[in-house]
């Protein structure tokens, strides 16, 4: 069976499957943070790191001025195709450079980092985000937790029937990577044609997180739980994290 890179087929299904995901509770609850912390109504300009299909664009004021990166160019096809409005950039999280760019609000949500396969590659996103954040701004951005992992996929099988595929979603949490490894097999409903993809999912401790945070100049403001609040429950599938610049002098390479 042919195996494909991550998204290939997963992006033409995407929004489908993602169909019962609350963006719009999402939008609210990250617009919220922003007024609180950063004393102003809504961001000027974000940045959306790993904004895939940008589903979560359309739940934010039209007066907001997006740019989205992602990895993924079916993914930014999907995007282009919407009716929004805004840049789209082809990039990996460890090296985009927007400079002299600067950013009121970046974001990173739906488990984007936990695609990072070690503590070096967050390290190196956490740098280029503290690059590109303006004075006094904010970096909103989720993890998937460990309990997420075990609980509602460790060992699960799922099965999706949308668009013109078939796709059985099987997976497993390999304990020696500390990571959770998602196999999805494609089947067309019409040509019968199979592939594959592999998704593999970093969990990072929240220790982890909080060092790398204070390494690359990036103050935590709140951790919490799942879109609801800033208080952090120890069965949360989503832990939300909001970090400010610090006062560490970071140049912009």
Not at 72 to 92: D, F, P, T, V, Y
Not at 230 to 247: D, I, M, P
Request: charged fraction near 25%; charge should be neutral; glycine fraction near 4%.
């Amino acid at each position: 069976m042919l195996k494909k890179k991550p998204y290939s087929g997963f992006s033409s299904v995407y929004d489908a499957v993602m169909q019962d995901v609350r963006y719009s509770h999402w939008a609210k609850f990250i617009l919220a943070s922003y007024k609180v912390h950063s004393q102003k109504k809504l961001p000027r300009k974000v940045l959306d790191l790993g904004c895939g299909t940008c589903k979560l664009w359309k739940e934010f004021p039209e007066s907001v001025e997006f740019t989205g990166i992602d990895s993924s160019l079916e993914m930014l096809e999907i995007a282009r195709k919407k009716s929004i409005q805004g840049e789209l950039i082809h990039s990996n999280l460890l090296n985009f450079n927007l400079y002299p760019q600067k950013f009121d609000l970046i974001l990173s949500t739906h488990d984007t980092l936990n695609y990072l396969q070690n503590a070096e590659e967050l390290k190196q996103t956490f740098q280029r985000t503290r690059a590109h954040l303006e004075v006094n701004g904010l970096f909103f951005f989720d993890l998937s937790s460990l309990f997420n992992f075990k609980a509602h996929f460790d060992g699960q099988t799922f099965y999706e029937n949308t668009g013109d595929y078939k796709i059985r979603w099987e997976n497993r949490f390999l304990e020696e990577f500390n990571s959770l490894e998602s196999v999805l097999i494609f089947s067309h409903k019409v040509t019968k044609e199979e592939f594959y993809e592999v998704h593999r999912h970093r969990y990072f401790p929240q220790k982890t997180i909080h060092s790398l945070l204070k390494e690359t100049g990036l103050e935590l403001l709140e951790e919490g739980s799942d879109y609801k609040n800033w208080n952090l429950k120890e069965n949360a599938s989503f832990v939300n994290y909001l970090c400010r610049g610090s006062e560490i002098n970071l140049r912009t390479p």
